[in-house]
Every structure is written in C-alpha cells, then in structure tokens.
C-alpha cells in the first residue's frame, strides 16, 4: 500500500481502520514490532502519518521514543508525518532527519563537567539514575545536542562543539529548564570557569549557580565559537551539498558522511578525494552502514557524478555523467577563480559558469558563456 495511518489512542493501536489491540500490557519492543509490522507494508516512498490520540498521555516514554528515534529511523525509506493529540498540523520530519543523526540511551547522565549537584526547587536529582535521553549529530551547525528528560516538568539540554579536522571538543552549554516556576540549581568545582546567567556564590571548593525557570551554563566565548562553527559549516555545505532527485533514498547518508570526513580532513583533502579517480563503489551509497569508512564511497564522488574533471581550467566529460532516471540533481563547482553551476537530469547534463567556461564534451568543443545554461550532454 502507498499510505498508512497509525492510530493510537489511550488504550489502542489501528492501522487504517484495523484494530491492531491493545498496547497497554506490552512492553516498548513490543509496541515497536507491531508498528513496524505495519509500516513494512507501504511501499518505499509511501506515506506514512502516525495520530496522536490520547497515547501520549498514557505512555509518555514510550511516546518520547517514538517521536525522538523511531519515526527519524523509519524516515530514511517513507514519507513520516505525526498528528499531535489536540492540533489538526501535521509535522513532517523527513527534511529535519536528513540533516542529523539521532540515537537514544537509557543510561545515568552524563555531562561534560564533573557537576556534583543539581537540584531543582531544592530537590536533588540523582545523577545515576537510568533515563531515556536523546543525542543529536546537528549536520549544518557541526554540534551534538543532547537531552535529558527527569520528569515531564524538568530537563536539561547540552550542546557541545566540536573542531573540524580535529575532532578536538572546543566547549559545551547547558541549559536546565523547568516548565513550572521553581528554583533551579547548579553545584559544580571552583576550578571550572563558566559563564551564566544563575546568581554566584561560592562554597568551600565548589561555585553554586541559581536562577528561577531556566539556568544556563556555558564555557567561556561559547557565543563566539559557536558563531565562528556555524559559519564554518555553512560555507562548507556551500561547497560540497549537493541537491538530489526528490525520490533519492540516500541523502541522509551523504550528509553522514560528509559531516564525518570535515572533522577529521582539511577542506584541501576534501576537495582532493572528490576530485580523484572514482572507484567501483564511489557513490553506492545504498549498501552503507551508518558507522562505514566514508573514504571509499566519497573518492571521486564529483569526478563520478560529472563524468569528468577540471583540467587547466577547462572542463572535460570523459564518461557519462550520473544522470537520474527522474527529478533532478544540482551542485556547483568552485574554482579558483569561478564557480560552476551544474544541473543533470535524464535527458542530459547542463552547466552555468559564471565566468567564460571551454568545455569538452561527447567529442564537441563549447565555450559556455557566463550566467547562462549550456547543454553539454545529451542522453541520446
């Protein structure tokens, strides 16, 4: 089937109008396998709009996983779209999930900073306690967020920025949250520097942070790294996102990868690896795993999608370009000195330079002129 509406209710699941049973004596696995049991149905690509009506009420952590992991999973091969208990939106996730990776724990916490106490309305909250919490990869921002959920009143949420090349952490902000209006409360060691927005006081060898709703903590000049990161990853996505065909599977997974070579390589290396020979496997995305060495997929994944290179600052098609069966796929090119718009689609390949471009192609010489598009493959 092409859709599938999941219906769950305060006591029940429905698939369509099938009622699949009830939910409330079975555990979060079991929950999970007859879901999936019905999603398997759709077919790859198909829709599939999950109904919050009243379940989430009744089993809020079970809710927690499927919103925060299961749906962001499932995404990779359907169209997901959750309709909350009480507002008539859907929300599509497909266009977030493409851009992060989401994992869920249930582990005690675990913070960047040694903090001894954390109390809310004077309530200690014990550390080691097993929760559920979610990490988040943020592919356009280069960060790791995580969250912690105590209670559905209180939680805390640390963002944490990473080096590009390096993998090095460059520093963390935490913010603890309660919905309600109550005191909230920070312990951490005196030889720790932090900036916040709590009330100081020092105790013996430890600085206590207070503040009412919300209390943040940060390191010193996150606001400034975190500035310097974001622009760092935007013109990187600049230079190497590429735009696929509406129905490609797999550009979640170029994301994944890409993300992972830029905080480890150099934008040179980068660039170096994309422009290589390609290999029997570059651009295979579809038999990755998520944790997969990203080196052999990226080498001459550019060189690969053109069907050739830039030589003496003429363009030269060599082979056949992947051209998709239907849609369309777009990227630019960056030289030293200008940028090359290309755009393929099953009928051919075309570009815009923005300076005067020579081309050669299918035994044709061209000169493309300046922002203007210039077929220079045709799918005969």
């Known amino acids: 089937m092409k859709a599938l509406t999941l219906h769950l209710n305060a006591t029940h699941i429905l698939a369509n109008r099938v009622n699949l049973g009830c939910w409330t004596d079975q555990t979060d696995e079991q929950i999970y396998q007859k879901l999936f049991e019905q999603i398997k149905q759709v077919v790859t690509g198909g829709t599939i709009k999950i109904s919050d009506e009243g379940f989430s009420n009744q089993a809020n952590i079970t809710w927690y996983l499927l919103t925060q992991f299961w749906v962001y999973d499932w995404s990779k091969n359907w169209m997901i779209k959750l309709q909350f208990d009480g507002c008539p939106k859907n929300v599509t996730i497909n266009q977030v999930a493409k851009w992060c990776e989401?994992?869920?724990?249930?582990?005690?916490?675990?913070?960047?900073?040694?903090?001894?106490?954390?109390?809310?309305?004077?309530?200690?909250?014990?550390?080691?306690?097993?929760?559920?919490?979610?990490?988040?990869?943020?592919?356009?921002l280069g960060c790791r967020v995580r969250k912690f959920v105590w209670s559905p009143t209180s939680q805390l949420l640390i963002i944490e920025l990473r080096a590009t090349e390096t993998k090095q952490w460059l520093g963390y902000r935490m913010v603890f949250e309660a919905q309600e209006t109550t005191t909230l409360t920070a312990i951490v060691p005196n030889r720790i520097n932090l900036a916040s927005n709590g009330k100081k006081r020092e105790i013996n060898n430890h600085i206590e942070y207070k503040a009412y709703d919300k209390l943040w903590l940060e390191t010193q000049d996150f606001k400034v790294l975190f500035q310097k990161q974001k622009e760092k990853w935007q013109d990187f996505w600049q230079r190497f996102d590429?735009?696929?065909?509406?129905?490609?599977?797999?550009?979640?997974?170029?994301?994944?990868?890409?993300?992972?070579?830029?905080?480890?390589?150099?934008?040179?290396?980068?660039?170096?690896?994309?422009?290589?020979?390609?290999?029997?496997?570059?651009?295979?995305?579809?038999?990755?795993?998520?944790?997969?060495?990203?080196?052999?997929?990226?080498?001459?994944?550019?060189?690969?999608?053109?069907?050739?290179?830039?030589?003496?600052?003429?363009?030269?098609?060599?082979?056949?370009?992947?051209?998709?069966?239907?849609?369309?796929?777009?990227?630019?090119?960056?030289?030293?000195?200008?940028?090359?718009?290309?755009?393929?689609?099953?009928?051919?390949?075309?570009?815009?330079?923005?300076?005067?471009?020579?081309?050669?192609?299918?035994?044709?010489?061209?000169?493309?002129?300046?922002?203007?598009?210039?077929?220079?493959?045709?799918?005969?």
């Not at 809310?120 to 014990?126: R, V």
């Not at 696929?244 to 934008?267: A, K, T």
């Not at 796929?329 to 960056?334: H, M, N, P, S």
């Open 102 to 140: 989401r994992s869920v724990y249930r582990q005690p916490v675990q913070i960047p900073v040694t903090m001894v106490q954390l109390l809310t309305a004077n309530q200690l909250l014990e550390m080691r306690t097993m929760l559920f919490w979610t990490s988040i990869e943020m592919y356009r």
């Open 242 to 380: 590429l735009t696929w065909e509406d129905n490609y599977l797999w550009e979640h997974v170029y994301h994944r990868l890409m993300y992972q070579i830029y905080l480890e390589q150099s934008l040179l290396s980068i660039q170096t690896l994309m422009w290589a020979d390609p290999l029997s496997i570059t651009g295979d995305f579809s038999c990755l795993t998520w944790q997969c060495d990203w080196r052999a997929m990226l080498t001459g994944l550019l060189t690969w999608l053109i069907g050739g290179k830039i030589v003496a600052q003429q363009l030269l098609i060599t082979t056949q370009p992947q051209l998709p069966l239907t849609g369309q796929r777009r990227l630019t090119i960056f030289l030293i000195d200008q940028s090359v718009k290309i755009r393929l689609n099953n009928a051919g390949m075309s570009v815009q330079p923005s300076k005067t471009l020579k081309v050669v192609s299918q035994g044709r010489k061209m000169i493309c002129q300046r922002q203007c598009w210039t077929i220079i493959w045709q799918n005969y």
